[in-house]
Each structure stands twice: as structure tokens, then as C-alpha cells.
T-cell receptor
Framework: GDSVTQMEGPVTLSEEACLTI???????????LFWYVQYPGEGLQLLLK?????DKGSNKGFEATYRKETTSFHLEKGSVQVSDSAVYFC??????????????FGTGTQLKVEL | EAGVVQSPRYKIIEKKQPVAFWCNPI?????LYWYRQNLGQGPELLIR????????DSQLPKDRFSAERLKGVDSTLKIQPAELGDSAVYLC?????????FGPGTRLTVL
């Protein structure tokens, strides 16, 4: 079946450090790939997405490139801030005819950024 | 534009009691989803609605869980009776096309 594997946390970084959170996937067909972020006490928010191979999603300084050859979608940011502390979820989506899609999530990676 | 609204935000009950969660999706979103998120895990789909029709409920434990989406707008997810293992965050999401928007969730604690 479809699955997403992401690196375990917590990941603890100093402010302005570089971030990489690894994500790989297994899927039948051609999924879309997503990164969601969950801040403490809040719901999931879409951070970025890519819908086909070699697409790069970006938002708020975060980037991820859809790599079909390595089935990966690693999340990167050049300089993290304390406000980036959250749990990050990698997910894949396969669409259904007629609307809707099914999101399959990884287990999440907690990021802690310290001053 | 208002986001997905869920209530209550927190619920504590004793095992064997019933509990219900309510979700109001974003206006105009035909597709509604219920997910369960266990501690330290990613969300897992329980049920997906297209308008008022449940089109994927394969992951819903039907012996104790039920859901409805009357009139294709609001939805209610019910557990009866609740078990200790049902403690989790229950998330509702809605979508118009392929981007899902999530509510804040209901954190259920079963004692």
C-alpha cells in the first residue's frame, strides 16, 4: 500500500541553522506530495506542495523538490527561526475521480529551534 | 473566509460512555473527511464524504463508530461506547478540489 516515511524527531537546532527533514514515499500511480505543519495547539496547515516530478514547492523560506527517481520529498530551509518550532508532516495524495483525495501521512517530525 | 470549525475542542469521558464530535466545513466544500491522530503519529483517514454520501469508510471501526453528514454540510462523528484506546485527536477536513483544509481538532481523553 501507499506509505510515507520521514525522519524521526525531535530535531533540535539553533536559530539560523540549516534544516533538512527527510521524507520518502511508496505509492502506486503518481501522487501529489505535501508538507503540512502543526503548531502547538493548532490544526494542520498546508506548508507547500508539488504535484509532479521535478516540481519544487516553496513557502515561508521552506522548499521541497519532488524527486521521482529517489521517491523523496525532503523539506529544507536555509535559516530557521524560533517561530518555526512545530511538528512537520510529509504526506502523499492520490486523487479520486469525481473529486476528493486521500492523504497518507508520515509520523511527523518535531522541530525545536532554540536561541 | 471562515475555516473548518470543530467542537468541542476538548472532551474527557469515562470508558463505555458515548461521545460526539461536530464539524462545519468551509462553505462550498463538497468533500469532508474525518481523521484520527494518535499521539506521536500522523492523521489516519476514518471516513470521506462526497456531499452527503460516505464514499470511503473502510477505516471506520463500524462496531462503535458512526458518522453522518445530513444535507451535505455539517457532519457528526460518534463513538459509542468509547474505549481507552479511542483517546486521540479527531480532525475534520474539507476540500473543494485537491487541497484539504483542516480544523483544529477535538482532543478526546477516555479515562
Amino acid at each position: 500500500g501507499d506509505s510515507v516515511t520521514q525522519m524521526e524527531g525531535p530535531v533540535t537546532l539553533s536559530e539560523e541553522a540549516c534544516l533538512t527533514i527527510n521524507c520518502t514515499y511508496t505509492a502506486t500511480g503518481y501522487p501529489s506530495l505535501f508538507w503540512y505543519v502543526q503548531y502547538p495547539g493548532e490544526g494542520l496547515q498546508l506548508l507547500l506542495k508539488a504535484t509532479k516530478a521535478d516540481d519544487k514547492g516553496s513557502n515561508k523560506g521552506f522548499e521541497a523538490t519532488y524527486r521521482k527517481e529517489t521517491t523523496s520529498f525532503h523539506l529544507e530551509k536555509g535559516s530557521v527561526q524560533v517561530s518555526d518550532s512545530a511538528v512537520y508532516f510529509c504526506a502523499l495524495s492520490l486523487s479520486f475521480t469525481g473529486g476528493g483525495n486521500k492523504l497518507t501521512f508520515g509520523t511527523g517530525t518535531q522541530l525545536k529551534v532554540e536561541l | 473566509e471562515a475555516g473548518v470549525v470543530q467542537s468541542p475542542r476538548y472532551k474527557i469521558i469515562e470508558k463505555k460512555q458515548p461521545v460526539a464530535f461536530w464539524c462545519n466545513p468551509i462553505s462550498g466544500h463538497n468533500t469532508l473527511y474525518w481523521y484520527r491522530q494518535n499521539l506521536g503519529q500522523g492523521p489516519e483517514l476514518l471516513i470521506r464524504y462526497e456531499n452527503e454520501e460516505a464514499v470511503d469508510d473502510s477505516q471506520l471501526p463500524k462496531d462503535r463508530f458512526s458518522a453522518e453528514r445530513l444535507k451535505g454540510v455539517d457532519s457528526t462523528l460518534k463513538i459509542q461506547p468509547a474505549e481507552l484506546g479511542d483517546s486521540a485527536v479527531y480532525l475534520c477536513a474539507s476540500s473543494l478540489e485537491n487541497e484539504q483544509f483542516f480544523g483544529p481538532g477535538t482532543r478526546l481523553t477516555v479515562l
